[in-house]
């Protein structure tokens, strides 16, 4: 018998989630925040969680997880989230994530695996090689599948993770029938696919080239002075190009403004230190509403377990419709 067909899921159901493993940064800001808050209340629903069983297979220090799990939902409210149109909850709190990502272990076949980029840079860069590390991208495609959902808006880096749960999600409808899971797109913005850390390489968390968005205006200070440039002088002209500080700044400006950007570094005359000054301008000009709200929100201690309880219920209610059409359709029910 062909299991029941998928709830007609809205238009446009939006996910994305990011592990608690450090402060937030421009990277994930541009790459996955802002493209995901865009989205929120727009059309359909946007579901936003906290991936702290993800963050499992680097985070081993329980007093680090627990405090980062709460900083990243405050991080997330001060950048926008609005708990009445957006789904908010920690992943390790609805347990269909674990279940689901099980049964979808069972048609992921080994080689899909251990094709994945991320796992082998992860193990090349000293992460001990668990079973967790390696089968993250299961887990990954189950947080995508449970909700039906349509787009994920991420970086580069993340692609071939939703290519994963695209091809999981075709593999268990053609093994167990053909209605049973929503195929989802990756959303990757070409223009933000991959934010430069301070030294050029992608900015990430594990690489220490973060720009926070978050925290002490020091540490910011410090980060942007620090950005890795060539040794011209102020008034040779410029590459903007393969300038790291233009391209952090460009993403604040509109198409005009970096276009006059690009000019001013062409022509010559615009030193490296006035213009990391200008990229400093422009970051505070758009994040010092979010880090005052941000400050205000960490006043309100019961703030993140309401938002959560909320989302918990909300997130629930979706995975438990999912879970019986799987259910049904392997035959565990
Ligand atoms: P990190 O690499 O710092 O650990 P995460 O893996 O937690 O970041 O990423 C969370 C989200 O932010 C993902 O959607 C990821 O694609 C996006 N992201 C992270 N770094 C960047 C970057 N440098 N450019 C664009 N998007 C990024
Ligand atoms: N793997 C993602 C990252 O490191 C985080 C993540 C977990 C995620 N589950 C997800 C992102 C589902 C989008 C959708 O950035």
Redesign the pocket.
Known sequence: MRPSSPAAPPRLRV?????PSGSLHLG?YFG?IRPNLEQQGKAGESIF?V?DL?ALTTVQDAAVLRQARQDIILDYLACGFDPEKAIIFF?SDVLEHAELSWILSTVAPMGMLERAV?YKEKVQKGIAASVGLFT??V??AA??LLYD?TH????R??KQ??EI?RDLAIKFNATFGKDTLVVPEPVIRAEVAVVPGTDGQKMSKSYGNTIPIFGDEGVILKAIMGIVTDSKGVSEPKDPDKCIVYQLHKLFLSASESKDLAEQYRVGGLGYGEAKKLLLRAYLDHFRPMRSKRAELAQQSALVEEVTRAGTKRAQAIAAKTMERVRKAVGLL
């Open positions: 996910l994305s989630g990011i592990q994930n996955s969680f991936a993800h992943q991320s993250y991208p887990l990954m947080d995508i959902t994920v808006p991420v970086g880096d993340q993770h939703v749960a």
